[in-house]
T-cell receptor, first 115, second 113 residues
Framework: EAQVTQNPRYLITVTGKKLTVTCSQN?????MSWYRQDPGLGLRQIYY???????DKGDVPEGYKVSRKEKRNFPLILESPSPNQTSLYFC??????????????FGSGTRLTVV | AQKVTQAQTEISVVEKEDVTLDCVYE???????LFWYKQPPSGELVFLIR??????QNEISGRYSWNFQKSTSSFNFTITASQVVDSAVYFC??????????FGTGTRLQVFP
């Protein structure tokens, strides 16, 4: 089954304790992205990656890191989490073909609470 | 500016009523894609429809229909004969040539029995 897998689904952590949210896709998509969802703000892009070893900042990159060492994986790293990073996080992948964009496939989300 | 506006923050209807969710977008790109996603209480994002900027045909899928009008930069979504299971947050989104997906802030639909 074609999918984007995020882990964990739920995470409660303390301020300053480094954490990684994993994301993996099995569709051979080039483009992967991380979003955070906050009430009243919709989904905002944190980082994206056009392909292996190519990453760039989105709209709200502060406090996050990413890496793309393999095409299928795109982990999100919070080196020193703070309470304002409490949010619902989504990983997504997408591809285009012959000039047509086929849209995004989203993971199930990770609900992160930083206390 | 490139943005998606969903002016309706929350809509409440009674079952079997028709409801339209509004979406207005802004972009200078001539090629773009518009999407609607549904987010039920369980939290996942469910793809509903994709429409590219060159295809202004309206679409109907069961009780769902979409009205795309480039002249007003709108991509509205109508649910006919709403059901309680339609209760969710609905997001309109725009993809530009850069692959970036720009979301609206969402409309929460509550359908009461």
């Amino acid at each position: 089954e074609a999918q984007v897998t995020q882990n964990p689904r739920y995470l409660i952590t303390v301020t300053g304790k480094k954490l990684t949210v994993t994301c993996s896709q099995n569709m051979n998509h080039e483009y992967m992205s991380w979003y955070r969802q906050d009430p009243g703000l919709g989904l905002r892009q944190i980082y994206y990656s056009m392909n292996v070893e190519v990453t760039d900042k989105g709209d709200v990159p502060e406090g996050y890191k990413v890496s793309r060492k393999e095409k299928r994986n795109f982990p999100l790293i919070l080196e020193s989490p703070s309470p304002n990073q409490t949010s619902l996080y989504f990983c997504a992948s997408s591809h285009t073909g012959q000039g047509v964009h086929y849209g995004y496939t989203f993971g199930s989300g990770t609900r992160l609470t930083v206390v | 500016a490139q943005k998606v506006t969903q002016a309706q923050t929350e809509i409440s209807v009674v079952e079997k009523e028709d409801v339209t969710l509004d979406c207005v977008y802004e972009t200078r790109d001539t090629t773009y894609y518009l999407f609607w996603y549904k987010q039920p209480p369980s939290g996942e994002l469910v793809f509903l429809i994709r429409r590219n900027s060159f295809d202004e045909q309206n679409e109907i899928s069961g009780r769902y229909s979409w009205n795309f009008q480039k002249s007003t930069s709108s991509f509205n979504f109508t649910i006919t004969a709403s059901q309680v299971v339609d209760s969710a947050v609905y997001f309109c989104a725009l993809i530009l040539n850069t692959d970036k997906l720009i979301f609206g802030t969402g409309t929460r639909l509550q359908v009461f029995p």
